[in-house]
C-alpha cells in the first residue's frame, strides 16, 4: 500500500537549512522591532494618560468658574425665567466639556511633537 516513488522523493528531499548566524541576525532585528514598538506604545499611553488628566482638571476649573458666573450669567440672558436654570446648566456644561477637548487637544498636540 505504500507509495514507493513518492516515498523516495521525501527521504531524498534535504532542505537548504539558513547558517545560524543569519537566522539568529533575522531574529534579531524582529525582536528589536517589537521591543522598539512596546516603548513606542507605552509612550503613547503616557502622552494620553497626561492629556487626560489636564483635560479633565480644565474642565473641573472652567465647570467651577462657570458655576460661580451663573447667576450673573443668568441675569444676562433674556431667557424666561422657568428656563433660565436649564440655560445656565447647560451653559456651564457645554462650557466644561469645550474646555476639557480644548485642553486636551492642546496638551495632545504639544506633547506629541
Do not use: Q
Amino acid at each position: 500500500m505504500t507509495d514507493d516513488p513518492i516515498k523516495k522523493i521525501f527521504d531524498s528531499y534535504t532542505p537548504e537549512l539558513s547558517p545560524d548566524a543569519d537566522f539568529m541576525a533575522a531574529l534579531r532585528r524582529r525582536l528589536d522591532t517589537v521591543e522598539e514598538l512596546r516603548a513606542e506604545l507605552a509612550a503613547e499611553r503616557r502622552r494620553s494618560r497626561r492629556a487626560l488628566v489636564w483635560a479633565t482638571l480644565a474642565g473641573m476649573v472652567a465647570g467651577a468658574v462657570l458655576m460661580t458666573l451663573l447667576p450673573s450669567l443668568a441675569a444676562l440672558c433674556t431667557i424666561p425665567a422657568p428656563y433660565t436654570t436649564a440655560a445656565g446648566w447647560l451653559l456651564t456644561a457645554a462650557g466644561a466639556s469645550l474646555a476639557s477637548l480644548a485642553s486636551f487637544d492642546y496638551v495632545r498636540g504639544r506633547v506629541a511633537r
